[in-house]
């Protein structure tokens, strides 16, 4: 079975050297898409992936990553809504290049479908009461 | 059937007034009629929930021991500017101001994650601010530096005072650029990549009242969650600009000066905002009552989206540089329905208000209302018309002759 998943990658500093993401091509047949990546020679690297493959070529895959040391986290979860500060006014829907954010045509309260998300952080500062939050 | 506001006011007394909000009205018109239902409803309450900049709030903090005198010195409120032209204990915070070393948009856009609007959200929902302040120092007024805490609870007065709130309809902002830019109508993409608008429409008071029958200087409202006054015309009022048939304004036009105390307001109705690209300011909580005291008045309440146009203002050309082009004119339904028409591409739309805490704030109202504990005040005196001279001037800039 075929799976797409969106995953944050935090490399440890001794691991940013080697070529990880060339052994989930080459050893599991995962096709990826880097969505964001902020890696520093001598320092701790992130990675934000999308990751296609076979279920349990996929499985295998994240095995490895995370016996080699890698911390990984599900995408779906790194941008989420601060409810609290959130008002329903609509600046986000037209700044997310994915449609995540839509607007409830009956009671216009905006909805916010993470599944959608990509963490590219647009959204985050151009929220006037600063409620999206991103959580790498 | 004309009624009046005391008798309203009496039947509010005795719990048995019949208030709708200006959504509902609009089906309560359809289904009766004008006539029957104005003479069954006795109050339409409106709501709107959006930036408006020009807010602010003044604070008495009390003599300090010895004696410190803020006029004319410097004063910060959690790092923020605060206005010190005013007496020795007393001090105006306006909603944006910025702290000294906010890098403002040196690197663009800027992100203004703190300003005067979100120290007054935070003065409001009870948090300390530290007040940082130094002086010159008198006979009278020995000290030359205060540092304290401050809390909302132990000021004598704070009491929010906007200048300009509530516009009465409002541009919606494009960009015709090529590069996207940032304003405080929100991002805007290049080549018509968006379409931001703010008014929450049928809801919003203005639009409700549209000759400023009702709503006029001493009008009670809600205000932050609290209850407040219109105090004046709000600065900019513009009463004189181009209308529909049914009377409403198809340009900003009418605006509200408003003030109540800030220490029975809620922070859910003053939130400290940021302004990608622009500025810090502070997105405020309105309602307007709207007595029935006639069918005309009934028949303005009745306004639907579909009713109100608004103008499509170029913000990377005809804005900034003050000329009056305008891209075509579209109605808030169409605005809500998520994609408008400009120079005949489709536009995706969004909102800078909240229409859900817009019509939360005229449920709340009208609650008020219903269980006896807010009452409607006769206006003081009403704000210019349409046929008052009132008008918006731009500046005349003149040299300064050395």
Redesign the interface.
């Known amino acids: 079975m075929a799976v797409t998943k969106r995953i944050v990658l935090r490399f440890p500093r001794r691991l940013v050297e080697r070529p990880i993401i060339y052994r989930l091509v080459k050893d599991y047949d995962l096709e990826f898409n880097i969505l964001k990546a902020s890696i520093t020679p001598e320092q701790e690297g992130l990675l934000v992936l999308e990751l296609k493959g076979n279920q349990k070529e996929y499985d295998k895959g994240i095995d490895f990553l995370i016996k080699a040391g890698v911390q990984i986290q599900s995408l779906s979860q790194d941008v989420t809504r601060n409810e609290e500060r959130c008002t329903s006014c609509g600046a986000c829907v037209t700044v997310c290049p994915t449609g995540a954010f839509r607007v409830d045509p009956k009671t216009r309260e905006v909805l916010f479908d993470n599944t959608k998300c990509i963490a590219c952080g647009l959204c985050i500062p151009a929220c006037p009461p600063r409620a999206m939050e991103v959580h790498f | 059937m004309a009624k009046t506001i005391a008798e309203i006011n009496e039947k509010i007394k005795e719990g048995k007034a019949v208030v709708f909000n200006a959504e509902e009205i609009i089906d309560v018109a359809r289904e009766k009629g004008i006539k029957r239902a104005a003479q069954e409803v006795d109050v339409v309450t409106t709501g709107t ?3 408006m900049c020009s807010s602010g709030a003044y604070f008495n903090i009390g003599h300090a021991k010895p004696r410190f005198k803020l006029g004319g010195g410097r004063a910060y409120l959690n790092d923020v500017p605060a206005y010190t032209g005013l007496a020795a204990a007393d001090l105006f915070l306006g909603a944006n101001a910025l702290p000294d070393d906010d890098p403002r948009n040196r690197v663009h ?1 800027g ?1 203004f ?1 703190y300003g005067g609007g979100h120290v007054i959200e935070e003065l409001v929902a009870g948090k300390d601010v530290r007040l940082v302040a130094t002086a010159f120092g008198t006979d009278c007024y020995p000290r030359k530096k205060l540092e304290t805490l401050l809390n909302i609870k132990d000021l004598n007065e704070a009491v929010l005072f906007n200048i300009r709130n509530a516009y009465q309809n409002y541009n919606v902002a494009v960009n015709c650029s090529d590069k996207t830019i940032y304003t405080y109508m ?2 805007l ?1 290049a080549q018509l ?4 608008y703010s008014s929450a429409g049928q809801l919003s008071p203005l639009f409700n009242d549209p000759y400023y029958k009702t709503i006029g200087i001493g009008t009670r409202i809600f205000l932050g969650g609290g209850t407040g006054f219109v105090a004046w015309q709000g600065t900019q009022h513009n009463p004189g600009v181009p209308r529909t048939e049914k009377g409403i304004p198809k340009e900003g036009a009418g605006t509200l000066a408003v003030i109540g105390d800030l220490k029975q307001m809620n922070a859910r109705w003053l ?6 690209g622009y500025g810090c ?1 502070l ?1 405020v909580g309105i309602g307007v009552p709207i007595p029935v005291l006639s069918e005309e008045i009934l028949e303005y309440t009745a306004v639907t989206d579909a009713d109100i146009l608004a103008p499509v203002v170029d913000y990377s050309d005809a804005f900034p540089n003050l000329k009056p082009d305008i891209l075509g004119e579209v109605s808030y339904a169409e605005l ?1 329905s ?1 994609k408008i028409k400009v120079k005949g591409k489709d536009v ?10 817009a ?1 939360e704030i005229a449920n709340l109202l009208k609650e008020w209302i219903q269980s006896g504990k807010f009452l409607l005040t006769e206006a003081v005196q009403p704000l210019p018309g349409a046929e008052s001279a009132v008008k918006v001037k731009p500046l005349n800039e003149r040299p300064i002759e050395y």
């Open positions: 929930f959006g930036i856009p992100e994650t929100g991002v993409k990549g968006n379409a931001n939130v400290g905002t940021s302004v990608l300011s997105t809500k998520g995706p739309t969004a909102s800078r208000s909240s229409y859900p805490r019509l």
